[in-house]
């Protein structure tokens, strides 16, 4: 993992002492509330409808399992003993006082972390694949150049005020975990033909009020010439983009408004200048993060516990069915988390469970955790011959929830139960999903399905990129959830069309119930995934079952 | 014809803890809805925003809200408002907790 250096060091020091500052001077009266919301929430911190929220970046995902015990112990001492993973790889404290947060911000300091550029019109935390570094199908570990991303765009001093906000994914596998198409810049590691790895660059991705699928910018991009690209990107954007109308002050507003001719001319034209400024710079501070990242050392040892346990045990069978992926090392697996037990707010945990996850982590998962933009917890490196015991250690804290990639994995935002922007709440629309789909039995039977729960058009719940996406608003003063279908967050991303009117708050359940009894009835076999259905049949079926009404009089 | 005023509350957060504050028709601020003054008229409730927001280093945001009369005292009407005067549904948190100020 990265190591702060004394530069990160005393940056992220001085940050937090001069944001002490400014609470007090917010709180004798010197800084109105229009003079301190601007340094707020460049530190992260929001005011949510009931509280503060203080939103600390996880940079890629990553935590190591000392950082995961100092979360869990800021969320005893000065919040309500949990946190809110999001979609975002960020972890947000609902309930801070304000005259605690410096305190917060110097705790996560000590463990090299910060609150800093999680909101304002600033590249916002780089998100990565979370299986990075240990996924089989990697071609590379792309954390390396989230990092470098993330030094660069950190106090960017050109940088600290665009047109908007700005978001930067990148995947180091073909099998896209990290919706870089859903990004304002997306980068996507690849071979080129001489073997040689560098990056595709996407860019003008975007879900909320406009989604649009990220566009090939760059097929191809040196890895020396990554930084000087990208800052000839967000620099001409900075110059290009609206500052007219926030609503069209993203980046996928200035490529479609512009043409992708006209922006990537622009930005080939500025890429001459910042290619020279940076020299060489960009490569020798990757190669210096690279080293950061190696692989632990990996063990070989037999599976046969693994095995044997899988064959005695139908509860760690089922939980192994649906919570490992395949990890790159012979003998090990990557083991998701779920966060997700029915009825549980999902991306929640408590700090019971964080620091279960922390000591689990240094016992068998070589002290490393990652956090998924689905909310899960992911431990990356386990050898196999450890799942027995480490399935038994996460039932202590109601860990082991079989789940993964099932109905009940439901990405929501916070949604009006927290969220100022919200139109309508997300959570107990997912935590009733959840509890109802467990209670009737057809999880196991529905299989692979992505459901995501946006609280309002913005979007953080991915809801256009969900099989089945759900979006919450207020229609005259009343909760209305719209549905749609389709929508796919991977490689092949897909904006999802909606079925029709929206459902008020105690309909959205038995409308998700006869969608997906629908499906079952519909689907060729068990091996015909709801999305599969949806593109061999279109959306009939699906809308005939949501609306029966309107159907039988069609029909009639 | 001018619209019916909808009466309306002053409410804002708490500048220290963030939490759901309500002006009080004797210049308090209350954590709780039905504490608050229900104004009734328009231009009161302009001059009553304008004493709220004065008051910058007790609250942050505070804007005008519509209410109703009920059996305790004024009653939201919206339900983003409803939210605010009890806090979130996946926990009993904020307003619910015993001994919440």
Redesign the interface.
Same mark, same amino acid.
């Not at chain 1, 009006?416 to 039977?445: K, W």
């Given at each position: 993992m990265y190591k702060y250096n004394d530069f990160d060091e005393a940056f992220v020091r001085q940050r937090n002492a001069q944001f002490r500052k400014q609470v007090e001077r917010r709180i004798d009266g010197s800084l109105t509330e229009d003079e301190f919301k601007p340094l707020r929430l460049m530190n992260g911190l929001y005011l949510q409808l009931h509280a503060y929220m203080l939103r600390v970046a996880i940079p890629y995902g990553t935590l190591s399992a000392d950082q995961m015990r100092q979360l869990a112990m800021i969320a005893d001492r000065w919040d309500k003993g949990y946190g809110h993973f999001t979609t975002r790889q960020n972890i947000q404290y609902n309930w801070p006082k304000l005259t605690d947060v410096p305190d917060m911000l110097d705790a996560l300091g000590d463990v090299q972390m910060h609150a800093i550029q999680t909101s304002g019109n600033t590249i916002r935390n780089v998100t990565a694949d979370h299986f990075a570094g240990a996924a089989a199908d990697e071609i590379e570990d792309p954390r390396p150049t989230a990092e470098l991303i993330r030094q660069w765009s950190t106090d960017h001093p050109e940088f600290q005020a665009l047109p908007r906000k700005f978001k930067i994914g990148v995947t180091g596998s073909p099998n896209d975990r990290a919706v870089t198409k859903s990004h304002d810049i997306g980068l996507r590691i690849v071979r080129g033909s001489g073997g040689q790895t560098g990056y595709e660059v996407l860019v003008g991705g975007g879900l909320g009020r406009t989604p649009m699928v990220g566009q090939v910018i760059k097929p191809f991009v040196k890895k020396e010439d990554l930084l000087p690209y990208l800052e000839a990107i967000v620099s001409v954007y900075n110059l290009m983009g609206r500052r007219d109308n926030k609503y069209k002050a993203r980046i996928k507003i200035t490529v479609f408004e512009n043409g992708m001719e006209k922006f990537r001319d622009a930005v080939d034209e500025r890429f001459k200048v910042t290619k020279q400024e940076f020299g060489g710079v960009s490569a020798d501070v990757l190669r210096e993060i690279e080293t950061f990242f190696a692989a632990p050392a990996f063990r070989n040892a037999p599976e046969d516990a693994y095995l044997a346990a899988r064959n005695s045990d139908p509860v760690f069978r089922s939980w192994t069915d649906t919570n490992l992926t395949e990890h790159r090392a012979p003998g090990y697996a990557i083991v998701t988390v779920s966060l997700k037990a029915h009825g549980a707010t999902p991306g929640d945990a408590t700090s019971a469970q964080m620091r279960l996850l922390a000591d689990l982590a240094e016992t068998y998962g070589h002290g490393e955790l990652r956090i998924s933009h689905e909310q899960n917890v992911i431990l990356p490196h386990v050898h196999k011959s450890d799942l027995p015991a480490l399935h038994a250690a996460l039932k202590i804290e109601g860990l082991a929830t079989a789940n993964i990639g099932l109905v009940s994995d439901i990405i929501a935002c916070p949604g009006m139960d927290y969220c100022a922007l919200a139109t309508a709440r997300s959570i107990p629309v997912a935590q009733e999903l959840a509890t109802h789909f467990n209670s009737i039995g057809l999880e196991e039977e529905i299989g692979a399905l992505k459901i995501k729960i946006s609280g309002c058009i913005n979007a953080c719940g991915h809801h256009h990129v969900g099989h089945i996406g759900i979006l919450g608003l207020d229609r005259a003063g009343v909760e209305s959830y719209q549905i749609t279908l389709g929508g796919d967050h991977t490689e092949n991303m897909v904006i999802g069309e909606r079925a029709g009117p929206g459902f008020a708050y105690d309909e959205i359940v038995p409308a998700i119930e006869r969608l997906l009894r629908a499906y079952l009835e519909v689907r060729e076999d068990a091996t015909e995934t709801f999305l599969e259905a949806y593109r061999r049949l279109g959306a009939e079926p699906f809308k005939a079952a949501l609306y029966p009404a309107e159907a039988a009089r069609d029909a009639a | 014809m001018a619209r019916a005023f909808t009466p309306k509350v002053v409410t804002a /957060?708490a500048? #220290?803890?963030?939490? +759901?504050v309500y002006l009080t028709a004797d210049d308090r601020w209350s954590r709780d809805h039905a504490e608050a003054e229900l104004i009734e008229d328009e231009a009161h409730a302009q001059l009553r925003l304008l004493k709220a927001e004065s008051q910058? /280093?007790i609250i +942050?945001?505070a804007y005008l809200a519509d209410a109703k009369p009920g059996a305790t005292g004024p009653e939201p #009407?919206?339900?983003?408002e409803a939210?605010?005067t009890r806090?979130?549904? /996946?926990?009993a948190?904020?307003?619910q907790e015993a001994g919440h100020v």
């Amino acid at each position: 993992m990265y190591k702060y250096n004394d530069f990160d060091e005393a940056f992220v020091r001085q940050r937090n002492a001069q944001f002490r500052k400014q609470v007090e001077r917010r709180i004798d009266g010197s800084l109105t509330e229009d003079e301190f919301k601007p340094l707020r929430l460049m530190n992260g911190l929001y005011l949510q409808l009931h509280a503060y929220m203080l939103r600390v970046a996880i940079p890629y995902g990553t935590l190591s399992a000392d950082q995961m015990r100092q979360l869990a112990m800021i969320a005893d001492r000065w919040d309500k003993g949990y946190g809110h993973f999001t979609t975002r790889q960020n972890i947000q404290y609902n309930w801070p006082k304000l005259t605690d947060v410096p305190d917060m911000l110097d705790a996560l300091g000590d463990v090299q972390m910060h609150a800093i550029q999680t909101s304002g019109n600033t590249i916002r935390n780089v998100t990565a694949d979370h299986f990075a570094g240990a996924a089989a199908d990697e071609i590379e570990d792309p954390r390396p150049t989230a990092e470098l991303i993330r030094q660069w765009s950190t106090d960017h001093p050109e940088f600290q005020a665009l047109p908007r906000k700005f978001k930067i994914g990148v995947t180091g596998s073909p099998n896209d975990r990290a919706v870089t198409k859903s990004h304002d810049i997306g980068l996507r590691i690849v071979r080129g033909s001489g073997g040689q790895t560098g990056y595709e660059v996407l860019v003008g991705g975007g879900l909320g009020r406009t989604p649009m699928v990220g566009q090939v910018i760059k097929p191809f991009v040196k890895k020396e010439d990554l930084l000087p690209y990208l800052e000839a990107i967000v620099s001409v954007y900075n110059l290009m983009g609206r500052r007219d109308n926030k609503y069209k002050a993203r980046i996928k507003i200035t490529v479609f408004e512009n043409g992708m001719e006209k922006f990537r001319d622009a930005v080939d034209e500025r890429f001459k200048v910042t290619k020279q400024e940076f020299g060489g710079v960009s490569a020798d501070v990757l190669r210096e993060i690279e080293t950061f990242f190696a692989a632990p050392a990996f063990r070989n040892a037999p599976e046969d516990a693994y095995l044997a346990a899988r064959n005695s045990d139908p509860v760690f069978r089922s939980w192994t069915d649906t919570n490992l992926t395949e990890h790159r090392a012979p003998g090990y697996a990557i083991v998701t988390v779920s966060l997700k037990a029915h009825g549980a707010t999902p991306g929640d945990a408590t700090s019971a469970q964080m620091r279960l996850l922390a000591d689990l982590a240094e016992t068998y998962g070589h002290g490393e955790l990652r956090i998924s933009h689905e909310q899960n917890v992911i431990l990356p490196h386990v050898h196999k011959s450890d799942l027995p015991a480490l399935h038994a250690a996460l039932k202590i804290e109601g860990l082991a929830t079989a789940n993964i990639g099932l109905v009940s994995d439901i990405i929501a935002c916070p949604g009006m139960d927290y969220c100022a922007l919200a139109t309508a709440r997300s959570i107990p629309v997912a935590q009733e999903l959840a509890t109802h789909f467990n209670s009737i039995g057809l999880e196991e039977e529905i299989g692979a399905l992505k459901i995501k729960i946006s609280g309002c058009i913005n979007a953080c719940g991915h809801h256009h990129v969900g099989h089945i996406g759900i979006l919450g608003l207020d229609r005259a003063g009343v909760e209305s959830y719209q549905i749609t279908l389709g929508g796919d967050h991977t490689e092949n991303m897909v904006i999802g069309e909606r079925a029709g009117p929206g459902f008020a708050y105690d309909e959205i359940v038995p409308a998700i119930e006869r969608l997906l009894r629908a499906y079952l009835e519909v689907r060729e076999d068990a091996t015909e995934t709801f999305l599969e259905a949806y593109r061999r049949l279109g959306a009939e079926p699906f809308k005939a079952a949501l609306y029966p009404a309107e159907a039988a009089r069609d029909a009639a | 014809m001018a619209r019916a005023f909808t009466p309306k509350v002053v409410t804002a /957060n708490a500048l #220290i803890e963030g939490d +759901v504050v309500y002006l009080t028709a004797d210049d308090r601020w209350s954590r709780d809805h039905a504490e608050a003054e229900l104004i009734e008229d328009e231009a009161h409730a302009q001059l009553r925003l304008l004493k709220a927001e004065s008051q910058k /280093n007790i609250i +942050v945001g505070a804007y005008l809200a519509d209410a109703k009369p009920g059996a305790t005292g004024p009653e939201p #009407i919206h339900f983003r408002e409803a939210f605010r005067t009890r806090g979130p549904s /996946n926990y009993a948190h904020g307003k619910q907790e015993a001994g919440h100020v």
